[in-house]
């Protein structure tokens, strides 16, 4: 599995000329990051007497969090194998019309599943940056910059993965599914930017001196 690889090894992966792991994976990866940084700031919050008040909340952020950290590992080698059964499927024999037929339609469930795996992770990752939002403001003040990158990592990883998503439908036959998934992707980068960037705004304000 990817995910038991060394930093250093992960990385000396994705710079072969190997096609996976690719962007996909690195979508997810993002989304790991976003939410194991986003659980730190909540820690650090939690047992702090100064912060008593949000304990709860922070305790549960922390949870959210964690799991979700936990979706987005599994889903660095789910992007990995989706991209393999897409190819395994073009290898398939097409000697004859049945074959041919067989094949065309493997192709196509692989590829809606290759769409459907960074979709997935889009959808968490959106999902999750009301959370950061809420460790940002109400957790440890002097951890808000971390919760800052983690809300910049949540939006590559809802934009990389849309990205995943698009250049997938536009293999994708079946019009009605590919509509859809192409209207949620629009829904899901339209609120991941303005999340981040009404995040950031008022952060980067408040540190100005």
Not at 101 to 108: E, G, L, V
Not at 175 to 181: C, E
């Amino acid at each position: 599995m990817l995910t038991d690889l060394t930093t250093k090894d992960f990385l000396t992966k994705v710079a072969s000329n190997e096609p996976v792991p690719g962007g996909g994976s690195i979508a997810a990866l993002c989304g790991a990051v976003a939410a194991s940084l986003g659980a730190m700031v909540a820690n650090l919050t939690i047992g702090r007497k100064k912060y008593a008040d949000v304990e709860e909340e922070m305790q549960k952020a922390k949870d959210e969090l964690i799991n979700a950290s936990l979706f987005f590992m599994e889903a660095i080698d789910r992007d990995s194998d989706a991209y393999k059964k897409v190819f395994e499927c073009f290898k398939m024999p097409k000697s004859c019309d049945e074959e041919i037929s067989i094949r065309d339609k493997a192709i196509q469930e692989a590829t809606i599943y290759a769409a459907t795996v960074p979709m997935e992770v889009a959808r968490r990752a959106c999902s999750i940056m009301n959370t950061i939002t809420m460790v940002a403001e109400k957790g440890n003040c002097n951890a808000v910059t971390d919760a800052c990158v983690a809300m910049m990592s949540a939006r590559n990883a809802t934009l990389a993965a849309l990205l995943n998503v698009r250049i997938n439908l536009m293999s994708i036959h079946d019009k009605a599914i590919a509509l859809s998934m192409q209207d949620e992707a629009d829904c899901l980068e339209k609120t991941a930017i303005e999340s981040e960037n009404t995040l950031l705004n008022r952060i980067n304000k408040e540190l100005h001196l």
